[in-house]
């Protein structure tokens, strides 16, 4: 695992951006495995002004998003369909058939799960996944349990994610209790994994994915057996981590 380690936000994201966008310029048809959240919004920002600068060319990127809220349609504002329109498709020269995101709003959610699924395979191994991490250590939409589950799959959110994600919502009520998520399998069969952590607020979930056991009660602890982690964190979120002595 390579960890970087920058003063701040705004550090973070350009040091991740710069990550993604030698990838993007080293294989100009790559599959980028992208996430949603707070935290890489910075990041597509530095993306978009790449773009727009005439040193990215994402028209022969493809994408897989890794999930979506159940019940949400692409036009709501909450909808991660929506969040990555509006924080990075819409700024850049990328074919929008090429962008997949799971559909939140598919009759049947078990089989969406499997189309998606389907998709992955077809589409291969993601060049780079993006992540973000909860701060109890999700992954995607994996939460907490018993067993890392490798497929896409229906998941039905923890009470501390619902809490999180409230703020983003007229009322906590409002937040979906389901999603749909691309499992630790495609997510461990990418070529490289880039993690991004901002704020003391993910400190210890970091520590415990990075230098604690691998457990499903922490899904990002499966990285541990991933070959190629980038790590990219502001010192906040990487003060946990760092305490353990591990190498930058
Ligand atoms: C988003 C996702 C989630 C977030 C995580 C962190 O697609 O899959 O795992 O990465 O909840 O969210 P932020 O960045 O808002 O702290």
């Known amino acids: 695992m390579k960890v970087y380690c920058t003063n701040n936000y705004e550090a973070m994201s350009r040091k991740a ?3 993604m966008a030698a990838q993007i310029i080293a294989k100009p048809d790559c599959l980028l495995g992208l996430a949603t959240g707070s935290t890489p919004i910075g990041l597509y920002q530095d993306l978009i002004a790449g773009c727009k600068q005439g040193d990215l060319d994402f028209s022969r990127v493809t994408t897989v998003n ?3 809220y159940a019940g949400l349609p692409g036009t709501h504002d909450q909808s991660y369909r929506y969040f990555m329109d509006h924080n990075l498709f819409d700024h850049v020269n990328i074919d929008i058939a090429n962008t997949n995101v799971p ?3 598919a009759a049947d959610p078990a089989q969406e799960c499997e189309r998606y699924e389907a998709l992955l395979r077809k ?3 993601a060049d780079i996944q993006l992540l973000g991490m909860g701060r109890n250590g999700h992954i995607g939409f994996n939460e907490p349990g018993d067993a890392f589950i490798a497929p896409t799959h229906v998941v039905e959110l923890t009470a501390s994610t619902i809490d999180a994600n409230a703020r983003f919502f007229a009322s906590r009520d409002e937040v979906p209790k389901k999603a749909l998520t691309m499992g630790v399998g495609a997510i461990m ?3 490289r994994v880039l993690v991004v952590v901002s704020g003391e607020d993910k400190a210890q979930a970091v520590r415990d994915a990075f230098a604690g056991p691998i457990t499903p009660q922490v ?3 499966i990285l ?3 070959p190629d982690v980038v790590l990219v964190g502001d010192k906040a979120a990487l003060a946990g981590l760092l305490e353990t002595g591990v190498k930058l």
Do not use: F
Request: hydrophobic share 40%; glycine share 10%.
């Open 123 to 125: 589409l291969g191994p």
């Open 219 to 221: 899904p990002a602890s």
């Open 189 to 191: 069969r990418a070529r």
């Open 103 to 105: 559909n939140g709003t």
């Open 17 to 19: 951006a710069a990550v």
């Open 224 to 226: 541990q057996l991933h």
């Open 66 to 68: 890794l999930d979506e």
